[in-house]
């Protein structure tokens, strides 16, 4: 049987960050989907279409699927046979929200686990927010995204 993953998260936009876990979850199972969320709370800059488009393009691996969802995480994954969730653990700080998130999902659907991985240490302190600001005020995004990212990161914020 595959041994299947899902990696779930706003990706607005994806970095550097979020292809090192997806490199290494995608190396360990057989199939990794990237499940995009629908999250207004967070008020995206890009749309769930584009921020699709992006991580097309800079994902090569060909195990990996993109889809998105709205709502509950656990209901996604139940409604698509998931049992694993991927997480990336930046720091301690990222702990005490994912262990509460993590406890939640297992309470909601009780097959379901989530497996962390820590992230690589050149990424701990990055977030999608962080390059978004760095990127508004005219500096180097380079180092944390991909050029086409930071392409079209750069056009969004004309
Ligand atoms: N490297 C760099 N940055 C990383 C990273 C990594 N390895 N992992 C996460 N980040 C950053 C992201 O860029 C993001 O930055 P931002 O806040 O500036 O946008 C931040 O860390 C948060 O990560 P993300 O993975 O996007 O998580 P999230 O908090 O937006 O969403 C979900 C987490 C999707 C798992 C959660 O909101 C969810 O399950 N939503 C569905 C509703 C639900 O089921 N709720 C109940 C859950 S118990």
Known sequence: ????????GSFDPITYGHLDII?????????LTIAIVDNPDKHPLFSIQERKELIMTVIKADNVRIDSFQGLLVQYATDNNFQTIIRGLRAVSDFDYEFQMSLTNRRLGENIDTIFFMTDEKYSYLSSSIVKQVCRYGGDISSFVP????????????
């Open 1 to 8: 049987m595959k041994k299947k993953a899902l990696y779930p």
């Open 23 to 31: 490199k290494r979850a995608s190396e360990i199972f057989d199939e």
């Open 147 to 158: 050029d086409d990212v930071a392409i079209e990161l750069k056009e969004k914020l004309k």
